[in-house]
């Protein structure tokens, strides 16, 4: 059965960085696009990050540009998302999906990977 499964997440202190994982089982990470959200207690879900598997480009939402980094592994199995300098308010869980938009996207959603930031 074809799936993304989300690892990687932790407790981290403010200023720490975290690599997530989000590797696919039952097919390759070629040509799709790869969003990941997150979602705090209370708060809606949001985009973080978009990666491009066609082209190998990523973009990123204002809440982790220039503190994330999206790459993918050469067997196109599992893109990584990088979080740098953390912050309180990245404590979140954090999913990944083959959509870059939540809203057209209506296939399962993982568990995620909960990412805490505290000291």
């Known amino acids: 059965q074809a799936q993304l499964v989300e690892s990687g997440g932790g407790l981290v202190q403010p200023g720490g960085s975290l690599r997530l994982s989000c590797t696919a089982s039952g097919f390759i990470l070629d040509d799709y696009f790869i969003g990941w959200f997150r979602q705090a207690p209370g708060e809606e879900r949001e985009r973080v990050a978009c990666?491009?598997?066609?082209?190998?480009?990523?973009t990123y939402e204002d809440s982790v540009k220039g503190r994330a980094s999206l790459t993918r592994d050469n067997d196109k199995t599992t893109v990584y998302l990088e979080l740098n300098n953390l912050k309180a308010e990245d404590t979140a869980r954090y999913y990944c999906?083959?959509?870059?938009?939540?809203?057209?996207?209506?296939?399962?959603w993982g568990e995620g990977t909960q990412v805490t930031v505290s000291s």
């Open positions: 999906v083959t959509s870059c938009d939540s809203s057209i996207y209506f296939g399962p």
């Open positions: 990666f491009d598997g066609e082209i190998g480009s990523a």
